[in-house]
């Protein structure tokens, strides 16, 4: 497996006019109502938010409105599908802002190649994400399940058998961490996942920003 190292992270003015461009949204922060939620929200975590050797972050993408998509989406077509609302591009950029509070200045990032989770993946401000397939969601055709499981297992454990240099940020969907993770998230939700040597998840934990 061939690691791909992204550019260093966008300026957040380049994120802020890309968020701009996506919806025509007012860039106002929305952290202050993160911290107003959660008062240690703003203070940097003890020590580093992920061991290189064996942990990595999982991410459900940002707010989306609606449910599922429609019959006629397709992947090459934005329009076709469920994208991220107002809120979510702001959650998803607050969230980017976040990591770089616990120290996390670059990332690899991989992304399903649904477009609400491409979006999240670039407004998160670590370059842009490696698409994987089989991150892509299998709601409506549960029938790819085990295999894209299975995918995403194997691609961990060639990950951290090269040794990384930079932490793993992966952006997908509800039933795809479901499916590995055995726990279900809420949009914009991460995770931290140790990984036994077989790319298995051994522990995980919700990261509360």
């Known amino acids: 497996m061939h690691l791909h190292r992204l550019l260093p992270n966008a300026a957040p003015a380049s994120r802020r006019k890309f968020a701009k461009a996506l919806a025509g949204l007012t860039t106002g922060p929305l952290w202050h109502r993160l911290v107003a939620a959660n008062p240690d929200a703003s203070r940097r975590m003890q020590g580093p938010l992920v061991d290189l050797r064996d942990q990595f972050l999982i991410m459900r993408h940002a707010d989306a409105p609606g449910f599922s998509d429609p019959e006629s989406m ?15 591009k702001r959650q998803a950029i607050d969230a980017g802002d976040w990591l770089r509070r616990q120290g996390i200045e670059r ?81 914009g939700e991460m995770l931290r996942i140790k990984a036994t040597t077989k790319g298995q998840a051994q522990t995980v934990e919700s990261i509360r920003m």
């Open 74 to 88: 397709r992947l090459d077509d934005c329009s076709s599908q469920r994208n991220l609302g107002e809120f979510g």
């Open 107 to 187: 990332a690899y990032v991989w992304s399903s190649p649904w477009c609400r989770c491409k979006d999240t993946a670039v407004l998160l401000g670590f370059g842009e994400p490696q698409i994987k397939d089989f991150l892509g969601s299998f709601f409506r055709d549960p029938a790819p399940s085990a295999a894209y499981t299975l995918a995403l297992t194997d691609a961990l454990k060639s990950w951290f058998a090269a040794g990384p240099s930079m932490p793993l940020l992966v952006v997908t969907h509800q039933v795809n961490i479901s499916a590995y993770a055995g726990r279900s998230v809420a949009s």
